[in-house]
């Protein structure tokens, strides 16, 4: 039996971050997953270190809207129906968070988080050697209709609020920031903050290996077995079996999975999204990540080719594919930009969201040395190394610097 100070639970980001934080505290830390650092949540997101996310997911309040994505014939949601009963109880707690009140506890909880994300990102890059992934070019959201860009101005007036910039891009003018575009769109908005990656696996994989190269225990074992055993957390893996006082769950849309055998029923819901890699018929047909709102789409420049990815789809864990935005909208976005043929695989995963649309962040309620670190969103890769950081601060009795207590489990009861 190995004993170590903590074992984090999860490769991703977030718990690669969160591992890195530890060790460098001195702390004698193992790293597990099941798979190689960065190939879940992780690796398929749209790579955008967001500074700009000020508003949660929200219930749709508008009629048409509602018939539009109960229809499931709507490009930005896709449902598959044996999930409606476990469903619709997370659905009523997103519309009971989806009024002014959530929005606005979302962004107070967010804000001190995102103020710091980049700065965090850059520093933890330059230790693992991973800077030259970054690009500073921002990114656009274009939106196609009025309606659509009215919608979005609730997240302009919170941005006047704290003084974030942001450019207003009528029409046609989009074509000044993305030449070869061709979209008509109503209005856009480009975010010049927002950082950007040319591959978010790889900003993780970067993270795990300068872990282990720094002397913590990078090792494959499943988070099914972990069990507590006289006051210690105990798993098997492929390094042998390991104890420590401390374990951190960072498993993202596996979470639940393993903390209700310990009695914690959080309302976590996984939305999955896919992405498929487009190779460019010219050279840099696209100069930064632009999402097309009313279409729910992203694409991204990346090292693999412009990177395509869909909204949302509720599905249950481990349902086969069905990618249907994605085959709808690989027209869209041929016909918007010089793009030829799919390049590699097409990805599926999952997003963990709780209602509220912020993570969990902070001790266990109920066992000594158990703390979460997941239910990210569409936040995960914007938030993980600040957090991992802020987490590693708390669990090592440090002045904090931010307030995670809007992220606790106490808001849950």
């Known amino acids: 039996m190995r004993k170590l100070d903590t ?21 004698n830390v193992a790293l597990l997953d099941r798979r190689e650092p960065g190939r879940e949540t992780s690796y398929g997101n749209a790579g955008i270190v967001e500074v ?60 001190p988080l995102m103020s710091r994300a980049l700065a965090a990102h850059r520093e933890l890059a330059r230790q693992t050697g991973a800077l030259d992934l970054y690009r500073d070019r921002g990114w656009i959201r274009m939106y196609r209709s009025a309606q659509s860009y009215h919608a979005a101005e609730p997240v302009l007036a919170r941005a006047d609020s704290i003084g974030m910039p942001y450019e207003l891009i009528e029409g046609e003018a989009l074509r000044d920031y993305e030449p070869l575009l061709d979209a008509r769109p109503y209005r856009s908005l480009y975010w010049p903050q927002s950082h950007t990656v040319a591959s978010p696996g790889e900003v993780t994989a970067a993270i795990a290996r300068h872990f282990a ?22 798993l098997d893996s492929d390094a042998g079996p390991l104890s420590a006082a ?18 914690y029923r959080y309302p976590l819901q996984s939305i999955r999204g896919y992405h498929s890699h487009l190779r460019p018929t010219v050279d840099e047909p696209l100069q930064r990540p632009l999402v097309d709102v009313d279409n729910g789409m992203l694409l991204s420049p990346m090292r693999d080719g412009v990177r395509l990815t869909t909204a949302f789809e509720f599905a249950h ?17 041929r016909r918007m930009l010089p793009l030829g043929e799919e390049v590699g695989e097409r990805w599926v995963g999952s997003r963990p969201c ?41 669990i090592c009795d440090e002045p904090a610097g931010v307030d995670l207590a809007p992220l606790g489990a106490a808001r849950f009861g």
Request: aromatic fraction near 8%; proline fraction near 7%.
């Open 317 to 333: 864990h481990g349902a086969p594919m069905t990618p249907v935005q994605l085959q709808r909208l690989l027209p869209v976005a």
């Open 213 to 234: 190269a720094s002397g913590g225990l990078l090792a494959r074992g499943d988070a099914a077995g972990l069990r507590q055993v006289a006051g210690e957390w105990r």
């Open 354 to 394: 709780l209602p509220d649309s912020l993570p969990l962040v902070g001790a266990a309620p109920r066992h000594a040395g158990l703390w979460l670190h997941f239910g990210h969103c569409y936040l995960g890769f914007t938030l993980g190394p600040l957090l991992g950081e802020q987490l590693a601060r708390q």
């Open 52 to 111: 700009d996310g000020l508003e949660p997911i929200v219930f749709p309040r508008d009629p048409l809207a509602l018939l539009r994505y109960a229809s499931n014939r709507s490009l930005q949601t896709h449902y598959h129906w044996r999930i409606l009963p476990r469903l619709l109880p997370w659905l009523l707690a997103l519309w009971r968070a989806s009024d002014e009140d959530g929005e606005e506890r979302f962004f107070r909880a967010v804000h």
């Open 246 to 263: 401390r374990v951190v769950v960072c498993l993202g849309p596996w979470s639940m999975d393993l903390l209700r055998r310990f009695g």
């Open 7 to 27: 074992l984090v639970l999860g490769a991703g980001i977030a718990g690669a971050s969160t591992a890195q934080a530890l060790l460098a505290r001195g702390q």
